[in-house]
């Protein structure tokens, strides 16, 4: 353990700036008193809401995917104190969500991706497919577009899922050629515990090491949730990870819209 400490401080002192499309190492980091130390950049806290709003003015975030995904936009609306004007027909499980502080140009969005998904019910009139919402993106430098699709296609096909990753990767590319300025950032999936057959770590695991390939050498930035998720042994598996976690995980993300 302390040779690996040594190893990683090294390593800290060397990172880079946090751009997108920078590899991720088989470890991508650590944790030291439980706060992420990236192997991949160098990323950095936030210690007050004043500190988030400086980062974010003027952004739209953009989220869409499973609700592993929905608990940024959750975590960003009370992070922020946001104001929520979401549609009054739209439910929280599936969105379309929409906050906002008109002070500070702060937007944020969720919305769930297309089927297949799992939730009790929802308007299917608000569903659309993730490369469809990407497509209506203009994009620019104030864009942070975040996408995690996971989640809900462990219980099925591979090729599904492939399918389906295939057709974000070109909407992104897309996107790209409209505005290479556009942040992309992938969420990875992360542990969970559920029933081996259908929602276990193993089928999730099998998703994101396809995932991670499909989006290999592209102009984007990894969330490795799974990372994350692994190294820390203070929380039990879950779905959802507990709110110090996703914490971790904006940190991270912010690290890349406003790099120290």
């Not at 950049?41 to 592993?68: P, V």
Request: include cysteine; proline fraction near 5%; charged fraction near 20%.
């Amino acid at each position: 353990m302390y040779n690996f400490l040594q190893t990683g401080l090294d390593h800290l002192a060397s990172r880079t700036r946090c751009i997108p499309g920078l590899p991720i190492p088989e470890i991508s980091g650590f944790y030291i008193k439980g706060v992420w130390k990236s192997l991949v950049c160098q990323n950095r806290q936030f210690f007050s809401q004043s500190e988030w709003r400086k980062c974010l003015r003027g952004k739209t975030l953009h989220f869409m995917g499973d609700s592993t995904i929905r608990q940024w936009y959750e975590h960003f609306v009370k992070i922020l104190n946001l104001t929520d004007s979401t549609l009054p027909d739209a439910i929280q499980q599936t969105g379309p969500l929409l906050a906002r502080d008109e002070v500070n140009n702060i937007t944020v969005t969720y919305r769930s991706h297309g089927p297949p998904l799992r939730c009790a019910w929802t308007r299917t009139f608000h569903l659309q497919y993730v490369a469809n919402v990407i497509d209506e993106i203009g994009g620019g430098p104030n864009d942070v577009v975040g996408i995690s699709v996971w989640a809900h296609f462990t219980s099925y096909a591979v090729d599904i899922y492939r399918e389906r990753m295939e057709a974000i990767r070109a909407a992104i590319q897309r996107l790209h050629q409209r505005n290479p300025e556009t942040l992309v950032v992938i969420k990875s999936a992360n542990t969970r515990m559920g029933n081996e057959l259908i929602a276990g770590d193993w089928l999730a695991h099998q998703l994101d090491l396809l995932m991670r390939e499909m989006f290999e050498g592209m102009n984007v930035v990894l969330i490795d949730a799974w990372e994350m998720t692994t190294a820390q042994q203070w929380q039990a598996d879950r779905i959802h990870p507990t709110s110090d976690i996703i914490i971790q995980e904006l940190e991270y993300l912010c690290s890349f819209i406003c790099p120290p």
